[in-house]
């Protein structure tokens, strides 16, 4: 296996090559640039660079003012902060007024795990995707991540990125594609489908391939983006697999699983399940050891697909 490449690396060093070129973007930080891996960013292009110390609320205001004056900011600091603490200032500030401003949370789900529930940021997909007018993405891997900053280059509208901390396994060779709104078919397959976002995509093909083993045809997604949300993804696999397991690094409540399961109820019912972090707090740990407690790495979705095919 090629060296893990943390999500977050491959998102500002994409970044950085495209303010080299364009001097309106400019990268926006709460005394995170550690945190966010902007050091070279800083001391390349220290005019295009803003610090504003641990203030979450401010660095949304700010961003959302340059963004009114024709600037491009991106917001980089970590994920349980902005999804929380500025969750107002993104509201009104960034969504309701419809400002061209890219929010890059990082080390979301449980990167902080052995920190606990207050570096946590398992309630962002369900917050952000109630807030109308602001795309949500969460990327599987560095290839992923690079594709889809160049294509929201491209948009003039508002997106919350969630990536993880450490470094992660490809899932793509190459370069990966990128649609907004668009799911990535990863494995063809007719007895089920396994639908993934962000860090839980390279265990649901792991797992897969498991269960290919075992004889049982596994179709998997590739769900980078929550909203929109490829609905026409969504109801094909009920229809043609006619069982779906939604894995995702979120709490239970109001995730992929909640979304995956409105439309299939709405448009072709089937049984779904959803496989996500209890709705408790959390034990503490790395996020390895928490993937493995809670079930979401290779092995604990392989046994929850096992069960699913039990069901009728």
Request: charged share 20%.
């Amino acid at each position: 296996m090629a060296d893990k490449i943390s999500c977050r690396e491959a998102f500002t060093k994409t970044l950085l090559d495209l303010a080299e070129n364009n001097q309106d973007i400019i990268a926006v930080t709460s005394d995170a640039r550690g945190s966010c891996s902007l050091g070279a960013f800083a001391d390349a292009l220290p005019d295009q660079f803003v610090e504003v110390g641990i203030a979450e609320q401010n660095e949304i205001g700010i961003a959302a003012g340059l963004a009114s004056v024709g600037k491009r900011p991106y917001v980089c600091a970590p994920a349980c902060f902005l999804s929380a603490r500025s969750l107002e200032q993104i509201k009104v500030d960034v969504a309701y007024s419809r400002q061209n401003v890219k929010i890059f949370g990082v080390s979301g789900g449980v990167s902080y795990g052995a920190l606990g529930a207050s570096h946590h940021s398992l309630h962002d997909i369900a917050v952000f995707r109630s807030i109308p007018d602001i795309s949500v993405i969460l990327p599987c891997d560095a290839s992923q991540t690079k594709a889809m900053l160049l294509a929201l280059e491209q948009t003039d509208a508002p997106a919350y990125i969630r990536a993880g901390r450490g470094g992660v396994p490809a899932v793509y060779d190459g370069d990966a594609p990128f649609t907004l709104g668009k799911a990535n078919l990863l494995r063809e397959g007719t007895d089920l489908t396994i639908i993934a976002c962000g860090e839980t995509v390279y265990h649901a093909q792991q797992a897969a391939a498991l269960l290919e083993q075992d004889g049982v045809s596994v179709r998997v997604l590739d769900m980078h983006t929550l909203k929109p949300l490829d609905e026409e993804a969504v109801i094909a696999a009920a229809k043609e697999t006619g069982r779906i397991l939604t894995v995702e690094e979120h709490n239970v409540n109001g995730g992929l699983g909640a979304s995956v399961a409105q439309i299939a109820a709405a448009n072709h019912p089937i049984r779904v399940v959803c496989l996500a972090f209890p709705d408790e707090t959390l034990v503490s740990g790395t996020s390895e050891e928490l993937f493995a407690h809670y079930g979401l790495n290779q092995a604990g979705i392989y046994k929850a697909a096992k069960h699913l095919l039990t069901l009728q």
